[in-house]
């Protein structure tokens, strides 16, 4: 023993940084959010900028626009036009912003709804069986039919469809949590605080919830995944974000009726929808292999 | 027949990967089994003696490797067999049986196709001749209704009836050796003496060698013909079971049977102290009628009556399922009781809610069987030794005080404080929790299983620990525990449990002198290696 | 065994009661008037008056809702309001596609993902296992109208080998039904797969490493007869169960599926229906699709009574 103490939470640090999965993961997760952050230094047109006689027309197309003062100035459209001759590389670029935004936020919510109610279920005997009927519901109704139910309700927006896609992944949360917090009370070390009349506010949050910080973690990235896919359907659906916003949703929603002549109106946002998906993945499965107890435990 | 031992294991030495703290798992170990005998290899946690059972049948686990040496079965190396060889060497010339009956069976087979499986595997045997083949072995490890059970699966039969299928399953093909890992430590007392009867039974009726591996010197007393006693992946003595059990030569081996409790209890004096705990008519009934479901009322305890008086220790025996930790947590209120009085030095707590319990729950506190789970991974021993106190309203500095002088009191540094529970052993984490336990100056300790889990040696340590703090605080101690030897060592009066019941109590002299109850005689007589004197170095 | 049966049917029923009330909240919950809202924003007074004495929406919520699943009971879902026809009539006539989408999709999930997961687990750790592992990573990631799409590119587009869209009924001649059904599932299936053949990994893993396992070892068996005779047959519970989750999964993919190979099913008709704030077909939809999921993993707990003999009381 050299050391004369390393945290088992430095530990986990350790391990995690370590592991290829969450490297490249987070790497590209990393590269994406720089890509959002800094969309407009990197695009080169106004994404909802319309030119009538630029419309439709291939990856690496050169024209002429005026800018701002009246000047004629070239561009290139690098990814090629949309039926408006809107530019698609910048509105892919764009679209980074909406996605990220709604795989967040839905992850957050979905999280401290799902730990709120997943605690007082796995805690307090007598709530544990109402709520776990209504999450069984819940789970009963298929996710993207609720958020499409959800999302049809209400005037079509980032808000609403942050809700949306929220609601079916609260009861996953709070499975979760309760699962958790059923087994960790059983533990001696738990029953060690009892006797020692630690109160059940402090219990909880002392022994019981930081044994839920790892899986949500890891459930947390999962659910970023999961929202970015649901926010792109719902979009390519025409019911999720309105058109007129660039998301890889609509950009792909927009190439639809001209897929079969233009194809990389769908394909080439598709394409970086699919990558960042992956990445969040990723991250998500190497988080998992380095934070997941049952599976540390077997090594 | 020939001298030819049917296991040669010649200087053998397996590997470990090259992370952990040493880098053999056992190193240059040599011993042999002869037909017909049994040999135990006996050694704590950690000594390598499983392993040395596996490298044997080839089930070693991908990361260790086998270096150097042989393991002759009957001549042949099993460690340059090959794959198909080996396989066809398993259940014919070598069987195994494992720790866990609980699980070593598949649990969506029957048990007569899994004793048929050997036949299948191994022999050209039709269905139907496998099948009356599986019926008779079973017959023959004495199974009741054999062809009833036969069609049985797993979770329908009790542990030790899952032990004698494991050992229909290895002795079905007759094989020269039989490797028995632990076989009766997941059992009960009872249980453990009819599966060792059946072993040594099966082994004289057909003449196989067995290598049985055990960490328990009373099991090795009770079965040895010859002893090797491991320690740290090496062999530190062997010999015949008389030479090594009545004249150990090294001290290690010295040590270890000095460690096993002996079965006789000391001449102790009868405590006359105050009363700390009164126990009346205490229930715990567990489930209840449901609606289209089958009524499944399981009576935990029933009608228990004790008491404890300060500086006296107080042991409950029993086995698994006889209530004893039922009552140890309905003291400590960790479950509500279902109804009777707990009186604690005057105070009824059986029925407080628990804002009022509270201020009595310093009172009494508890040590837990599970050292590695008993203390919060993910606080310093420190934060874990003030919790209570700091709860309790004594101010930060004070407890921290308070904590190094426990931590001495338990011969920790005080330095460990900065620690977490996984830089420690497990003897070393049982006395933090024995420590943390004493921070509130409790007048009850309740000790669950508290040294089961511990090797001999440590197991000692922690039992003279207890002692000693229960003298110096004037504690009153319940002593929950399985092990009758430990029991005879620390208890001043026992109570003897059976399936929620208590069915003898009295000193413990007496009741081990002179048990009244039926059950309590079983217990006793079951108790392995009764004939070999331990605890005090020397056998009689 | 009968009284777990019945036990097991009659606790679906608060499940289901709790997702009709809530459907049926959904849209009383608006903000708003349900009646203007379904009525489209071009309709007079009247016609939303109309609207509003139809639903009885005038009554207690208690009573609209009696009112409301006394009809369903009665198969009697409403009129659809864009489609002007009784909803029941429209499910009924949209029912087919979806079906046959579905089933393709779970033998194609089932053929290739079980014995992938069971490969991948026995290989632990090897480039078989990593190869597996990772193209699963990359199906689960990969939203289905993006592999439709590719597909569609890859298959119809450049190398016309399939035909791009549409549907052929199965009355109309197998091999037609057949040809335009093969790219919808596969897209599907992909998703799928990805998720089964994981969590068949998962589960054999976790058996191949219980102490039965080593006993069979020990026997001398055979490693191929250890991993099918012992571990996949333990291991059938979980995966049977996540087929059965899996569901959710299948029926959110059918809507989006169905929407890119245009395929007239149930959820196409969803979109449709969503995109016209046709209410009474919306409800209808998803009370229908939760009613498949609860049905479906009912019968999957009930399976574990045939797999798994310790469930048997």
Redesign the interface.
Known sequence: MTTASISPARQTVRRIIRNPSVLIGGALVLAIVLMGLMAPLLGTRDPSKISPKDRNQPPGYESTVRDSSGKKVPVEYRLGTDTLGRDIYSRVIYGARVSLVVGLSVATIAVIAGVTIGVIAGFFRWADGIIMRLMDALMAIPAILLAIAVVSLFSSGLASVIIAITVPEVPRVVRLVRSIVLSIREEPYVEAAITAGTRTPLLLFRHVLPNTIAPLIVQGTFIVASAIIVEAILSFLGIGIPPEIPTWGNIMAEGRSVFQLFPHNILYPGLILGLTVLAVNMLGDGLRDTLDPRFANKV | MTTEPVLDVRGLTVALPTSGDRSYAVEDITFSVNPGEIVCVVGESGSGKSVTASTVMGLLPGALKPVAGETLLQGEDTLKATKNRLRDLRGTKMAMIFQEPMTALNPVARVWEQIAEMLEIHTKLSQSERRKRAIEVMESVHLPDPERMADSYPHQLSGGQRQRIMIAIALVLDPALLIADEPTTALDVTTQAQILKLIKEMQERRGTGVLFITHDFGVVAEIADRIVVMKQGRIVEQGDREQVLKNPQEPYTQMLMASVPSMTPPERAVVGGEMAVEVKKLDKVYGRKGFLRRERIVHAAANVDFHVRRGETLGIVGESGSGKSTVARCIARLIDPTSGSISLHGTEIATLSQSKLRPHRRRVQIVFQDPYRSLNPRRTVGQSMIEAPVNFGVPIEEARRKARELMELVDLSADALDRFPHQFSGGQRQRICIARALALEPEVLIADEAVSALDVSVQAQVLKLLDDVRDRYNLAMLFITHDLRVAAQVCDRLIVMKSGVVVEQGPTREVFSNPQHEYTRLLLEAAPGTDVEFGSGRAI | MA?YL??RI?ATI???L??AI??FL??R???GDPAA?IAGDYANDAQIAEIREKLGLDEPLFTQFFYWLGNIFQGDFGESFFYKKQVGELIASRIEPTLSLSLMTIVLTVMIAVPLGTLAAYRQGSWTDRIIMGFS??G???????IG??L??LFS?ELGWLP?QGYQRISDGVGGWFIRLLLPSLALAVVFVAFIARMTRTSVLEVL????I?????????ERKVLMR?AL??AAVPIVTVIGLS???L???V??TE?VFTLPGLGLL??EA??A?DYPT?QA??LL??LV??VINLLIDLSYTV????IR?
């Open positions: 009284s019945l036990r009659l608060p499940v289901m709790l997702v809530f459907i959904l849209l919950l608006t903000p809202i990573v990359l689960f990631s990969l939203p289905v109208f993006v799409y590719a569609i590119w587009l791009v490493g219980e102490d039965y080593r006993t069979a070892r020990a026997k001398g068996q055979t012992h047959r333990n569901f959710a999964i029926i959110g993919g809507v989006v929407s969803t979109v969503v995109l704030r919306i939809v998803i699709f939760s999921y609860v797999l798994d003999p310790r009381y």
